[in-house]
T-cell receptor, first 111, second 116 residues
Framework: TQLLEQSPQFLSIQEGENLTVYCNSS?????LQWYRQEPGEGPVLLVT?????EVKKLKRLTFQFGDARKDSSLHITAAQPGDTGLYLC???????????FGGGTRLMVKP | EAGVTQSPTHLIKTRGQQATLRCSPI?????VYWYQQALGLGLQFLLW???????NRGNFPPRFSGRQFPNYSSELNVNALELEDSALYLC???????????????FGAGTRLSVL
C-alpha cells in the first residue's frame, strides 16, 4: 500500500509571508499532482509533475518533484488571502490508475 | 466544455437505507473514479471504472458498489447505510483510463451524504 504523508496539517499565516507544504512517501510514484479544494467544492488540479527533479511554477506557486519521485513540495511566495484553502497532494502509482492522496494541508492566510 | 457533474448535491438518509449517487464525466473521458472524503480524513479511494468495467477497488466493504453505463456515466450505491458513511463523495474522471500514464483526474463538486 502506498502512503503519502503531508505536512503541516494546518498553517495559519499573515498575508505576504512565504510557506512550504511537503508531501513524503517511501514509495515511488509515476506522477504527483497537487490540488486545491475550497469548502463545498471538489479538488481543483493545480499541477502535475512527472519527471524526478522537475520544478514547475504557477504564478507565486512553485512545485517540485523529488529526484527519486518519492516526495514533493509546494512553495507559495507572498501568500494572499485568496490562497486560503485545503491543499492536497496525490500520487499515481506505476499502474497509473488510482491516486493516493495525502491528508491535506489546511492553509489560512490572514489579511 | 462541461466539467464533471454530480447529483444530488446533498442527500439525507437514515441508517439502514440505501443511497444512490450519480456522476457524469467530462465528455470524452472513459474513466470514472469514486472517492470518500469524511470529516477530518483525506480522500479515500473507493472504486475505479473504465470502459464499463470495475478496474480497481479500495478498502471498503461490499455494500459499496457501483457501475458504469455505456455513456460512461457512473452510479455509486451504498447499501445498509451506517452513521460513519456520512461524508462528501467525490467523483473524478480522466481520459483514456489504463492507457494514460499521468492519470490526471478532474473532480466534480461532490455529493454530501448525511446519514441520521
Amino acid at each position: 500500500t502506498q502512503l503519502l504523508e503531508q505536512s503541516p496539517q494546518f498553517l495559519s499565516i499573515q498575508e505576504g509571508e512565504n510557506l512550504t507544504v511537503y508531501c513524503n512517501s517511501s514509495s515511488v510514484f509515476s506522477s504527483l499532482q497537487w490540488y486545491r479544494q475550497e469548502p463545498g467544492e471538489g479538488p481543483v488540479l493545480l499541477v502535475t509533475v512527472v519527471t524526478g527533479g522537475e520544478v514547475k511554477k504557477l504564478k507565486r506557486l512553485t512545485f517540485q518533484f523529488g529526484d527519486a519521485r518519492k516526495d514533493s513540495s509546494l512553495h507559495i511566495t507572498a501568500a494572499q488571502p485568496g490562497d486560503t484553502g485545503l491543499y492536497l497532494c496525490a500520487g499515481a502509482g506505476n499502474a497509473g490508475n488510482m491516486l493516493t492522496f495525502g491528508g491535506g494541508t489546511r492553509l489560512m492566510v490572514k489579511p | 466544455e462541461a466539467g464533471v457533474t454530480q447529483s444530488p448535491t446533498h442527500l439525507i438518509k437514515t441508517r439502514g437505507q440505501q443511497a444512490t449517487l450519480r456522476c457524469s464525466p467530462i465528455s470524452g473521458h472513459t474513466s470514472v473514479y469514486w472517492y470518500q472524503q469524511a470529516l477530518g480524513l483525506g480522500l479515500q479511494f473507493l472504486l475505479w471504472y473504465d470502459e464499463g468495467e470495475e478496474r480497481n477497488r479500495g478498502n471498503f466493504p461490499p455494500r459499496f458498489s457501483g457501475r458504469q453505463f455505456p455513456n460512461y456515466s457512473s452510479e455509486l450505491n451504498v447499501n445498509a447505510l451506517e452513521l460513519e458513511d456520512s461524508a462528501l463523495y467525490l467523483c473524478a474522471s480522466s481520459p483514456q483510463g489504463l492507457r494514460l500514464a499521468k492519470n490526471i483526474q478532474y473532480f466534480g463538486a461532490g455529493t454530501r451524504l448525511s446519514v441520521l
